[in-house]
């Protein structure tokens, strides 16, 4: 790899979500004064892990910025799976509620797949029940997840057409990657989805105009793997060691190099990750329509 400049356009993914949260709260005040409500989003987080509370407190501020209601719920880490399927019920049955999101990773005596199965599909902003992942791959309007609604927004941004482009997804997460693959089918992309067992996982990031890496391995792509010109989305987000003992924030792709071969790339921290909060807006504002039956205002 030479030590030339960067030439691809690095994507703004602060800006584009200020952009979408600003449209949220818009539509928001619309709602308040055509229909007489705010949304509400409520947040459920077990246990002490310290990246989720920072999550859940920058969803819970988002929420109240874009004039919506947000409803937080801290357990302790010992709280049993039934409980936190009692709270998850209740959540359902109050008509002040629009989204529901439960923050995973859940502690390991809890089954997530229990837990997602409880909430009502209506509220379901995470797009995680079976009834919202089945209603995407039947093309049937419905709550998508959230980062992949943010990577088809940034890559709409920063591409001519979608139609017959090659798309490589690596990564299968039901919360990225899945998801992500049924977005890029839809708007007409040849997919490919990667994934650990992938054989000559190279050649296919080669042959791909949009490739995005979800797969939380620091710089796991090189720059030599990016065709030229290609839109990179870098979806993850790793701490790595530094000298000064702080670490640094990395994504799954050498930025460094591939921002040399690439057309499009977003950073990390400053790309995808902004989205992701963005889109759970996009989503509440979007599950307390369809529940009302009241147009989507965007
Ligand atoms: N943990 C990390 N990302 C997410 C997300 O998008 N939704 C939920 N529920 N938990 C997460």
Do not use: W
């Not at 949304?39 to 819970?60: F, H, I, M, Q, T």
């Not at 109240?64 to 959540?91: W, Y």
């Not at 963005?278 to 329509?289: F, I, K, M």
């Amino acid at each position: 790899m030479s030590e030339s400049e960067p030439t691809a356009t690095i994507i703004d993914g602060k800006a584009v979500a200020a952009e979408v949260r600003a449209g949220v709260a818009d539509d928001v005040t619309a709602l308040q004064k055509d229909h007489d409500f705010s949304p509400g989003l409520a947040v459920v987080l077990v246990g002490e892990d310290a990246a989720s509370a920072v999550y859940v407190r920058n969803k819970g501020r988002a929420t109240i910025k874009a004039g919506m209601q947000s409803f937080e719920h801290r357990l302790p880490a010992d709280t049993s799976e039934a409980d936190l399927i009692d709270l998850v019920r209740t959540l359902n049955q109050d008509d002040a509620i629009d989204g529901i999101l439960v923050q995973l990773p859940l502690p390991d005596h809890i089954d997530e797949l229990h837990v997602i199965d409880a909430i009502d599909p209506a509220k379901d902003v995470d797009g995680l029940h079976v009834i919202s992942a089945g209603r995407l791959m039947s093309g049937m309007a419905g709550l998508v997840p959230c980062t992949p609604l943010g990577c088809m927004e940034l890559i709409r941004r920063n591409i001519d057409s979608f139609e017959g482009k090659r798309a490589l997804v690596i990564g299968r997460s039901k919360l990225v990657g899945k998801p992500l693959a049924f977005l890029l089918l839809q708007e007409n992309c040849t997919v490919t989805i990667a994934h650990s067992r992938t054989i000559d996982l190279a050649e296919e990031c080669r042959r791909a105009d949009i490739l995005v890496v979800a797969v939380g391995r620091p710089e796991f792509v090189e720059g030599d793997c990016v065709k030229p010109g290609a839109i990179v989305i870098d979806v993850g987000i790793n701490r790595v060691p530094t000298d000064d003992g702080k670490g640094r924030l990395v994504g799954d792709v050498n930025f460094t190099e591939a921002s040399r071969v690439a057309g499009a790339i977003t950073p990390v921290p400053g790309g995808v990750g902004p989205m992701t909060i963005a889109q759970l807006l996009r989503n509440t504002v979007t599950a307390a329509c369809l529940r009302r039956g009241i147009t989507i205002p965007t």
